[in-house]
């Protein structure tokens, strides 16, 4: 992407989305995903990713949550959301991404999430900088309906997660 263009997309993702990119990020970008976009299927398909290079990745003191702050139906629907945790773990996708791609992911992500800048670990132990979504606002727990809790578990053995992280997606209660 032309380093030119960058402020432009800053300012349509602002008036789109109300969260302000950083000034400069790297081209590419890691973006570590933990829901539904682990998913092969979706996110290729779906949100037409096609990432550089993908692998899986460790997001320390953080926990998985289902908040009903966000999702498209605020309220009712409780999708993936990090919380802070000391020495919790979140797995997930790390995803090398073009700056249009992530401006692309970015754009299709909710209002109510803000970006959090992290570092995370992949699977060969190296740490990454990358970026993922979460609400920053406290937002109550609720429970993912089946079929967006059916992409996370079909993404976590697609990925090869760890079988006790497939065995906690498992054992997480849905609405229906």
Same mark, same amino acid.
């Given at each position: ?9 800053? +300012?349509?993702?602002?008036l789109?989305? @109300? ?9 590419? #970008?890691?973006?570590?995903?933990? $829901?539904?976009?682990?998913? *092969? !299927? ?27 702050? @966000?999702?498209? !139906? ?11 945790? =000391?020495? @919790?773990?979140?797995l $997930? ?16 992500? $909710? ?8 570092? #995370? ?9 990358? +970026? ?20 996370? !578990? ?7 997660? =760890? ?9 997480? *209660?849905?609405?229906?």
């Amino acid at each position: 992407m032309n380093s030119a263009f960058w402020p432009f997309c800053r +300012v349509w993702v602002r008036l789109r989305r @109300g969260r302000l990119p950083r000034r400069s990020i790297p081209d590419p #970008v890691w973006y570590f995903a933990y $829901g539904s976009n682990m998913n *092969e !299927r979706l996110f290729r398909e779906r949100r037409h990713m096609t990432p550089i290079e993908t692998r899986i990745g460790r997001l320390t003191n953080h926990r998985l949550c289902f908040t009903v702050g @966000g999702g498209m !139906r605020p309220g009712r629907s409780a999708p993936a959301n990090i919380a802070d945790d =000391p020495g @919790g773990t979140v797995l $997930g996708v790390l995803y090398l991404l073009t700056l249009p791609k992530f401006v692309r992911l970015d754009a299709s992500e $909710g209002r109510q999430y803000a970006y959090l800048w992290t570092e #995370v670990e992949d699977a060969a132990g190296n740490i990454v900088p990358a +970026v993922t979504f979460k609400v920053p606002a406290a937002a109550p727990e609720g429970r993912p309906s089946l079929r967006y809790l059916d992409l996370l !578990r079909e993404a976590a053995r697609q990925r090869g997660l =760890p079988a006790e992280y497939v065995a906690f997606l498992d054992g997480v *209660e849905t609405r229906e």
